[in-house]
């Protein structure tokens, strides 16, 4: 009887066990799930419909309903009623504001190590919708550089830096950031949707965008883009003055490729 009665209690504990470890996990894609809503809302100032976020983070509407009103409840979310337009509440926003991690002090020593390999200008930005807004420059060393001022936002398709970052999101939201319209910048500008979503697709293979004096005449530019821990997309980019780009492209490509491994085993340690 001792052995039956102790194989039974170990049963049952095992099955609290698995139990237990269900409601985890289902705890767990809850907070996925919540976390992809707040995401898709980051760059959205106007909001977006319950239709709307159920469709770009590919789930029920009415599961994407459960979680907003749960999120309303805690004020990280406003405008939660079946005919309103969903945004970020002044919870989320009083967190991200007082936040203690900036992400540009942390990237800095990567930075000017990329700018000291490469003897060029090296480039934050940071994606804000249709654009990139610089954060942070590294001045190259080389006595003709490529400059900007930071603050500057300049459009994403046009940039090595931009469409490193949009390769990040899914065709669907590039097509609503642009409406299907890409204005000419130079010359060399990709001003066809369906060419611009080809080389985007190609970026999410290999990490790294090109500008070939897309946004800027005499100036190419490689870039890479990744998610801080925070889940904001930010992306470096190294500009080069054409005359010497293609002498120092392949270079250029290898020393980006060692700085996103560097840098992404810093972000997540």
Partial sequence: MPETLQAKTENAGKSKTGAESGRSGAGIQVIARAA???????????????????????????????????????????????????????????????????????VRPHLEALAQSTGETVDLSMWRGEKMVFVDQIAGSRRLSAISAVGESYFAYSSASGKAALSLLDDVEIKKLFDGKLVRETPSTITSMGTLLQEINEIRTSHIAVDNEENTEGICAIGTAFHDSLGRIFAVSVPVPTIRFIKSKATIVKLLHDFRAGLMASIHE
Avoid: C, W
Wanted: no cysteine; glycine share 6%.
């Fill in 36 to 106: 992809s809503i707040l995401r898709v809302l980051e760059s959205e100032k106007e909001g977006l419909s319950l239709g709307q976020i159920a469709k770009r983070v590919n789930l029920p509407r009415s599961t994407v309903q459960r979680i907003v009103y749960a999120l309303a409840k805690e004020n990280f979310l406003i405008g939660a009623t079946p005919n309103a337009r969903v945004k970020l509440g002044p919870a989320i926003l009083r967190m991200a504001a007082n936040t203690s991690f900036d992400f540009a002090t942390h």
